[in-house]
Structure formats: C-alpha cells, structure tokens
C-alpha cells in the first residue's frame, strides 16, 4: 500500500531557526514527490521533485530527494513567523493517484 | 484570474439533507478533484474528472456523486447527508500536460452534518 510518513508531527521554534521537515514514503509506481504548504486554507505549492540528489530551492526553502533511501526533507533556514502553517508532502503514485501525507504543523514563534 | 473558486465557504446540514457544493477554475484545467481533509488522516480523493462529461471515483466515494458537465466547474453532490461527512471539502485543478503534476487548491468548504 502506497503511503507517506511525516515527521516530526509538529514543531516548535523560534524566529531565525533553521528547520528540517521529513518525509518517507512507500510507493509501488512513483512519479513525483510534493512539498505544500496549508495554512488556513487551501494547500499551496512549493516544489516538485522527480530525480534524486537534485536540490530545488526558493528563497529560504530548499528541498531535496533521495529515492534509493525513499525519503525526501524540506529545509527552512532563518524561519519567520509567516511560516506557521502545516506542510504536506505529498506522493504522485500512479495515474491521478495523490498520497497525502498527515503534514508537519509548524509554529515560529517571534 | 481567480483560480480555483469554491462555493459555499461553510455550510451546517442536518442528517439526511442533501447540497451541492459547487467548483469552478479559470484556468481551463482539464483534470479537477474533490477532497476531503479530516484530522490526522490527510487529503482524501473522492472523486475526479479528467474532461468534460467524465468522472471516476477516487479513494473514499461513497456517500458522493460529481458532475462536469462544463469544463471549467466540477459539482460534487451529499444526496444524503451523515454525520461521518462532517469535513473540509478541497476542490483542486490541474492542466494536462503530465509533467505538471501539481495541483491547484480552492479555499475550501467547511461542512458540519448534526
């Protein structure tokens, strides 16, 4: 069965904290890897990962994969108050199928 | 471009009342999904779209019915509404183009069934 573990379940920091947001997974047909981030409302997109090794980055956060060990980490460095939010990796397993991770709720406290 | 617009924003059902929740996208997507996120248990597919005039079920159907009968919106239906469908409802788009595999969100529709 085709599943996505996150970790930790939520996070506590202060402002200028650096993060690291995991994600394994288990996938019988794997297409794509998503990071989005949920605060109160709909999930947004933040990165897409197909290859390993390949780190993709915007602004602050970057994300990298790793399909031999079949994990992959989000990284948030100098963390601000309007990265509260939950963020979801998500598994592109399959033809329209979408694993949704539980997501890691994220709190940066000022 | 609005994006991904959902109606209504939040809704209170009685058992066995019945609603239509109503999606539409701009952005002339041709795959559109429905979700639901309950607590601790992340988005669930409920059915999706991938044309015009064409629907299938996704992980959790039963208890919903869709319709695309034009391109741009996606309508998902509670004939007979539970307790148990108590949720926040996620409509999501994408474009064909398989490399492009993200989805875009609406806002959500917040449902409670007492």
């Known amino acids: 069965e085709d599943k996505v573990v996150q970790s930790p379940l939520s996070l506590v920091v202060h402002e200028g904290d650096t993060v690291t947001l995991n994600c394994s997974y288990e996938?019988?047909?794997?297409?794509?890897l998503l990071w989005y981030k949920q605060e109160k409302k709909a999930p947004t997109f933040l990165f897409m990962l197909?290859?390993?090794?390949i780190e993709k980055k915007s602004g602050r956060l970057s994300s990298i994969l790793d399909k031999k060990e079949l994990f992959s980490i989000l990284n948030i460095t100098a963390t601000q108050t309007g990265d509260s939010a939950v963020y979801l990796c998500?598994?592109?397993?399959?033809?329209?199928?979408?694993?949704f991770g539980t997501g890691t709720r994220l709190l940066v406290s000022p | 471009n609005a994006g991904v617009t959902q109606t209504p924003k939040f809704r209170v059902l009685k058992t066995g009342q019945s609603m239509t929740l109503l999606c539409a996208q701009d952005?002339?997507?041709?795959?559109m999904y429905w979700y639901r996120q309950d607590p601790g248990m992340g988005l669930r597919l409920i059915h999706y779209?991938?044309?015009?005039?064409?629907?299938a079920k996704g992980e959790v159907p039963d208890g919903y019915n869709v319709s695309r009968l034009k391109k741009q919106n996606f309508l998902l239906g509670l004939e007979s509404a539970a307790p148990s469908q108590t949720s926040v409802y996620f409509c999501?788009?994408?474009?064909?183009?398989?490399?492009?595999?993200?989805?875009?969100f609406g806002p959500g529709t917040r449902l409670l069934v007492l």
């Open positions: 999501a788009s994408r474009p064909m183009d398989r490399g492009r595999e993200t989805q875009y």
């Open positions: 996938v019988t047909n794997f297409r794509s």
């Open positions: 197909t290859s390993s090794g």
């Open positions: 998500v598994l592109g397993a399959g033809f329209q199928k979408l694993v």
């Open positions: 952005m002339n997507h041709e795959y």
């Open positions: 779209s991938v044309g015009e005039g064409t629907t």
